[in-house]
Every structure is written in structure tokens, then in C-alpha cells.
């Protein structure tokens, strides 16, 4: 006698098996569906530590400069925008990366607004290819190591008091090379 | 898909059960589910290499999130569950207990997977699978990272019930006629990496919190601004992960012994140089972590400390391959499907182990660190060794399982497949790191040669997912078209085979 014969032993069917495979398909689809309908959830919010900065930070915005200004006041709205993650922009009143030209001594508002999903700064420098040549202190709006977290607005003040061709870029590092410049000229 | 004895239990019973066969069987099905589920994302991301720019991710992100879930998968999802799940199924056969010691503290370390794994397949962190700090702690968004964390929380907190339980089956439960030295070699690999479980997944564990408490932003353990240092989470993660990679072979390294002697018709080689060579391989395991930090800036003596302690595992490794093909020597080899692959794995195990000691010595680490060359290395061993050992353990118990025996000409297939997909894709990933292509980047420099051995990188990894699509085309359906098994001899190799009777519940 074998040990079967001793202990007879059922053997899996089709059908047993496709309900097995069906309850591990159905958790998986359920599972998927989860996951899809809060696809927006699941990476938005930056870590608490970068909030409780955000909200306290004194970087994004600069105080009001304590020069008096001698021209007109102008106010810019600009906003940081990305079409992929390698092709960045800015908006100037709605232009994409328009030349911003004032005259010396205007007092100059700036407004932005990170409309994409990566962290950016505002500065003006004299080289776009160097985040440290900053022309306009209190231009800054943010620094290289300070941002703008996806849909956080910062404004500054300043009064622009050298002559000059400048730029503004993206101060994170990179982001004035995928296209987040544009000229800031100085009459 | 599985036996049933006497009379067919309603599945809920199967998935609701404390027997130590039912856990194990759900352990082995949910490893195979993300096996194939991680292997997915394997083809996703060697397809977007496949051309330099992107091809089929759009964004670096989800190229990020996909890399850290397929890795995460594979280590805590596929290798880990497989490990529970044949120590589970065979470690109360070999002591010959009842069934594990404590049988619903079994099924909770089971069904605490399954909260692990929503939470690491919901939320797809983009933190790499070692989520070094800084960018975990100040730029990975939550709550996916957040996610990720308590996923590998419970994952760990798992590992360290399987772990008490099974050294307390071992120990405490064994038949009092059955001496510790006289156990199979399996349920000592089975004894050494619970105690390694226990040992040093503490240290992660901690880690995770101090990780989750820095994201919060009321600790500063690795921030630099509040007196932390970033640095500090490597050394606790590398403690807990090194041992960890020992974690995942010692099992291999024991179902090897358990096929080996079986299939070459001979006993094995040596007994106690294999019980020798896993207790001082568990010791050395913890006198290597740092060769993961040799290019963080450790001083020269640490460095050779940490050199010395990796290359001092070379000799057990050793111990057990000399011991194997001792134990082949001369025997009438049987080459079905799971000698196939475990002389296959062995034979990848070389490969990995050279790589391994290229990685470790100092000079040739400042080439290799953190480019595609550790890629080739580490998968070389988890794939090439580990999940290829594993997947012929799967075919020796695959007639105990279902009581049917699986199509050994498709078996063949999917060797074949696998083995040539394994060489071809890890070798390429070897030489293309040493042309200086970084690792987990979305997009390559488009130079003509890392740009070839990146095609053939992902040709080879096409061929290897045909063969693991053969694989669970096959194990689909030998489960209920396979011939029936002679459960006594299935493999024709003399009447040694495991007693399917176990499956008969006693609770």
C-alpha cells in the first residue's frame, strides 16, 4: 500500500486555482484604484521640517530698502512655470521670459509665484551663469539654498540704482541653463 | 493550487489558518506576486534606458519612485516573505515539531506584510530604498516617504517575530532524539540569519524613527543645522543592511545544501564546515558595514578596518562552494530544474563574489562606488544567486506543494532564459559602470559605447523576463495540469522527499 492509499490527497482544480488568482487580482485591482484616485496625494506635501521653515522664514521676503527712491514705482508679476523638468521659464505680466526694462532709480515690486512643482528662488544677477553674482541685494527672493516650494508666492522691493544690462534667473542651481532667465535692463 | 488532505478546505480557511504549511504557502504566493510585480518595474526601467533622453518615463520623479519600489520590493517583499516561507513550510519538518512554536504569532508576522507592502505600493516614495538623508529628510514629499517609512517599519517588526519564532521552534521545540548537529543544514541557515534578524534590526528600526521624527522637524539626528549629521544615518543603516545582504544569501546558502547532496545522490561533503562556515559568516557579517561608506570620508585606518573585514567573508563563502562541488564530486548528478539552478547560481555566486571584492578594495572602490558597476554587483548576487536558488527550492517543493510535478522542458525554458538574461544584463551593468555611468540616473551621457551597453543591458533583461514569464506561465498551470507526483520520490532520486501528510491541519 502507498502512502497515498494510506492518506488520500485532493489534488488543486482549475477552478480553485482561478479563485485564487482571481482574490490576488482582485486586491491588486483594488489596490491600483487606491492608489489612482489620490494620485495627487501621495507626493505633495513637502516634509513637516520645510513647512514650519516656510511658514516662519524670513528668506522669501525682503524687507523694504531704506534709500528713498527717485523715479516711478513699477510693479512686476512674474511666476515660475515648467513645461517638462528640463524646460523651465519664467512669465512677466504673462510674457514668457520678457525683457523687464526700467529706468535708474525706480522703485521696482516684484511678485512671483512658483507655479511648478519644483522648488525655485528669484534673483538678479550680472551673470546667468553664476548664481553668486547677485547685482540687487534686496532683489533676492529666496537664495541658491532658500526656495519657493510649489505654489508658495514671495515679493520684494528694491530700488534699482545702477545703470546696466542684468539678469533675472532661477537661483537653484541649473535652472537659469533650462531656461529660467531673462534680460532686467537699467536705463 | 495547493494539496489538500482528506477533504478540500474553503479557501478563507487556507488564508485565515495558523498551520504552519498555510502561512507558509501564503508567505511563497505573495513573494511570487511581487517577484513578477518588481520584475515589472525591472523591464520599466531598462526599458527608458534603452535610448539615451527620455523614452517611456516623461519625468525623472516617477523614473526615482519606480527604481525605489522595485528595489524595496525585492528585498523586503520578495526575498524576505520566500526566506519565511520555506523556513516555514520545512523548519518544523526537519525538527520535527508539530508546527512552529507559536503559530498565530506566525500568521501576524505573515499578515503584517500586507500593511508593509499597501504602504510601499501606495504611496511610491522617491527616496531611493536607502532614503539617505539629506534629501529624505528635507525634500522627499510626504506623505509617499512618510509611507515608506512605517511600510519598512512593519516589514522589520515582521521580520523579528518570523525571527523569535523560529529560533524558539529550533531550539526549544526540536525532538529531543534529534541532536543540533545532526539537523538538516537548512534549518541551520534558517537559526543563524533569525539571530542576525535579531541582532541588527534594532539599529534600522531606530534609524526609521530618528529619520521619521527629522522629517517632522523636531529632531535633527542627520541635519546639519541642528547639530545632526547625515553621515550617521548611513552607518545605522549599513549596520542593519550588510548583515542584511547576509540575511538573504544564508537561506540560499542552506537550501543549496539541502538540494546539493540530494541531486548528486551523495552525503554531503562536509557537515561541519557548513554548520562552521554560516556561524563565522554571521559573526564577519557585522564587521563589514562601512565598505558601503569607504567614499564618505572615513579615515584611512576605518577604511582598512572595514576592507579587511569585508575580504575576511571571502573564505566562508568559500568554505561552502568547495564544499558543494566536494559534495558533486563524483556523484550520479540528477539535472532537473533545481540542481539546474543552483549550479547555475553557484556559478553566478562567483562572479558576484569577485565583483564584491573589487568594491572593497580601497583603490578600486573610488572607480566603482555609486556608479552602474555596484548595480551589476549586488543584483549578480540577489538575482544571479539568491532568487536563482530560490527559484529552484520553488521547483524541489513545488510536488509537495500541489502534489503535481511541474513541466521540467519548460523548466529548462525558463533556465535557460533566466541565465543567459542574468549574464548578458549584469555584465553589461558591470562594464558600463566602469565607462563612468552613474547609477540611478533617468538619462545617460549619449556616447556611442554606454549607450550600446546599455541595449544590450536591457536586451538581456527582455530575455530574462521571457524566461520568468515562463516561469509563472508554468506555475499557473502544472499547479492543475501537471501529472501527478509520486510524493514519496517525485524527482526519481531515492525515497527522501519531504511527507506531504503535514498539510493535514491539526488546528
Known amino acids: 500500500m502507498t502512502i497515498e492509499e494510506e492518506s488520500p490527497i485532493i489534488r488543486t482544480t482549475a477552478s480553485r486555482l482561478g479563485k485564487g488568482i482571481a482574490i490576488i487580482l482582485v486586491v491588486m485591482a483594488v489596490a491600483a484604484a487606491i492608489h489612482i484616485a489620490f494620485n495627487d496625494v501621495w507626493s505633495k506635501y513637502p516634509p513637516m521640517n520645510q513647512v514650519a521653515k516656510a511658514g516662519t522664514s524670513t528668506a522669501p521676503t525682503t524687507p523694504t530698502p531704506a534709500t528713498p527712491a527717485v523715479g516711478e514705482s513699477r510693479t512686476f508679476n512674474l511666476a515660475f512655470y515648467e513645461r517638462t523638468p528640463t524646460d523651465l521659464y519664467f512669465t512677466v505680466d504673462g510674457q514668457e521670459n520678457a525683457d523687464i526694462i526700467v529706468n535708474v532709480g525706480d522703485k521696482i515690486t516684484i511678485n512671483i509665484k512658483n507655479e511648478g512643482n519644483m522648488p525655485h528662488s528669484f534673483g538678479i544677477v550680472t551673470d546667468p551663469n553664476d548664481v553668486n553674482s547677485i547685482a540687487f541685494t534686496n532683489a533676492n527672493i529666496g537664495s541658491s539654498t532658500q526656495f519657493l516650494l510649489s505654489k508658495q508666492e514671495g515679493t520684494t522691493t528694491f530700488i534699482a540704482d545702477k545703470p546696466g544690462e542684468y539678469y533675472y534667473i532661477c537661483l537653484v542651481a541649473g535652472h537659469a541653463d533650462l531656461g529660467m532667465k531673462g534680460k532686467f535692463i537699467v536705463e | 493550487m495547493v494539496i489538500e488532505i482528506a477533504k478540500p478546505r474553503p479557501i478563507w480557511q487556507i488564508l485565515f489558518s495558523t498551520h504552519h504549511t498555510d502561512v507558509a504557502l501564503l508567505y511563497i504566493i505573495t513573494s511570487i506576486v511581487f517577484l513578477m510585480l518588481g520584475g515589472a518595474l525591472a523591464l520599466t526601467i531598462r526599458t527608458e534606458l534603452l535610448f539615451p533622453g527620455a523614452t517611456i518615463i516623461s519625468d525623472p520623479t516617477l523614473y526615482n519612485k519606480i527604481f525605489t519600489v522595485h528595489g524595496t520590493t525585492m528585498l523586503f517583499l520578495w526575498i524576505l516573505p520566500f526566506i519565511s516561507g520555506v523556513g516555514n513550510y520545512l523548519v518544523p519538518i526537519l525538527v520535527k515539531y508539530k508546527d512552529m512554536a507559536y503559530p498565530r504569532l506566525n500568521a501576524v508576522a505573515y499578515w503584517m506584510t500586507v500593511p508593509a507592502a499597501a504602504l510601499i505600493w501606495l504611496g511610491w516614495s522617491d527616496t531611493t530604498w536607502m532614503a539617505y538623508p539629506p534629501y529624505s529628510t528635507i525634500r522627499a514629499p510626504g506623505p509617499a516617504a512618510d509611507m ?360
Not at chain 2, 517632522?216 to 539626528?221: E, R
Not at chain 2, 542584511?244 to 562536509?270: D, H, N, Q, T
Open chain 2, 148 to 507: 515608506w517609512i512605517f511600510g519598512l517599519k512593519i516589514a522589520g517588526l515582521s521580520s523579528i517575530l518570523g525571527a523569535i519564532n523560529f529560533i524558539v521552534t529550533i531550539l526549544k521545540c526540536k525532538h529531543p532524539d534529534l541532536p543540533l548537529m545532526r539537523v538538516s543544514p537548512f534549518v541551520w541557515s534558517i537559526l543563524v540569519t533569525s539571530l542576525m534578524t535579531l541582532a541588527a534590526l534594532p539599529t534600522f528600526t531606530a534609524a526609521l524613527i530618528m529619520l521619521y521624527t527629522d522629517r517632522l522637524g523636531v529632531s535633527g539626528f542627520f541635519n546639519p543645522e541642528m547639530g545632526g549629521d547625515p553621515i550617521a544615518y548611513q552607518h545605522l543603516f549599513w549596520f542593519t543592511f550588510h548583515p542584511e545582504v547576509y540575511i538573504f544569501l544564508i537561506p540560499a546558502v542552506g537550501m543549496a545544501y539541502e538540494l546539493i547532496p540530494k541531486f548528486s545522490r551523495k552525503p554531503i561533503f562536509s557537515y561541519g564546515s557548513a554548520v562552521i562556515a554560516f556561524i563565522l559568516l554571521s559573526i564577519i557579517g557585522f564587521a563589514s558595514w562601512a565598505h558601503h561608506m569607504l567614499a564618505t570620508g572615513l579615515s584611512f585606518t576605518e577604511k582598512t578596518v572595514f576592507m579587511i573585514g569585508t575580504l575576511a567573508a571571502v573564505p566562508m563563502s568559500a568554505m561552502h562552494v568547495f564544499n558543494w562541488m566536494a559534495t558533486m564530486w563524483g556523484g550520479r548528478i540528477k539535472f532537473a530544474a533545481p540542481m539546474k539552478f543552483v549550479v547555475g547560481g553557484i556559478m553566478l555566486f562567483f562572479t558576484s563574489g569577485a565583483g564584491g571584492v573589487v568594491n572593497t578594495t580601497l583603490p578600486l572602490d573610488f572607480i566603482t562606488h555609486d556608479t552602474y558597476w555596484v548595480v551589476g554587483h549586488f543584483h549578480m548576487m540577489l538575482m544571479g544567486t539568491v532568487s536563482f536558488i530560490f527559484m529552484g527550492f520553488l521547483y524541489y517543493m513545488f510536488p509537495l506543494i500541489t502534489g503535481r510535478m511541474y513541466s521540467e522542458r519548460l523548466a529548462n525554458v525558463h533556465f535557460w532564459f533566466a541565465f543567459i538574461g542574468t549574464i548578458i544584463v549584469f555584465t553589461a551593468m558591470h562594464i558600463v559602470g566602469l565607462y563612468g555611468m552613474p547609477r540611478r540616473v533617468w538619462d545617460y551621457v549619449p556616447d556611442p559605447t554606454i549607450i550600446t551597453l546599455n541595449q544590450i543591458a536591457s536586451i538581456g533583461a527582455y530575455i530574462l523576463g521571457i524566461g520568468m514569464a515562463v516561469f509563472i506561465a508554468l506555475l499557473i498551470r502544472d499547479s492543475v495540469k501537471g501529472k501527478p507526483a509520486d510524493m514519496k520520490d517525485p524527482f526519481g532520486i531515492g525515497e527522501i522527499y519531504y511527507d506531504y501528510r503535514r498539510r493535514e491541519p491539526h488546528h
